[in-house]
Nanobody
Framework: QVQLVESGGGLVQAGGSLRLSCAAS????????MGWFRQAPGKEREFVAG????????LYGDSVKGRFTISRDNAKNTVYLQMNSLKPEDTAVYYC????????????????????WGQGTQVTVSS
């Protein structure tokens, strides 16, 4: 059973930064692509960023491109989301997710690609 535990959320002013972490356990972390998604109140869950198993390939949602950076440390079984220049519209619960199949060379945007999800961490950006 795969477990994903997010941390690092909180309250920050617009223009500030936060770094989210997602610690994984239960299977060989380095073999799977990982993704970050978010869901704001009253809105559908949306793709934020993804990273391949090797960490070489990354993908970003249009609304965060240039401000957020996804990375991973396979030795620590952890994936990170560095969020800079935060805006009030970034306020949401952020979830990390693990790919359903190993060794995909590229990360995916579609939620059905991911079969394990964390419990989420709240990020609130004040104006």
């Amino acid at each position: 059973q795969v477990q994903l535990v997010e941390s690092g959320g909180g309250l920050v002013q617009a223009g500030g930064s936060l770094r989210l972490s997602c610690a994984a356990s239960g299977r060989t972390f380095s073999g799977y692509a990982m993704g970050w998604f978010r869901q704001a109140p009253g809105k559908e869950r949306e793709f934020v960023a993804g990273i391949s198993a090797s960490g070489v390939s990354t993908l970003y949602g249009d609304s965060v491109k240039g401000r957020f950076t996804i990375s991973r440390d396979n030795a620590k079984n952890t994936v990170y989301l560095q969020m800079n220049s935060l805006k009030p519209e970034d306020t949401a619960v952020y979830y990390c997710a693990a790919d359903h199949a190993p060794f995909n060379p590229t990360p995916g945007r579609i939620q059905s690609r991911y079969d394990y999800w964390g419990q989420g961490t709240q990020v609130t950006v004040s104006s």
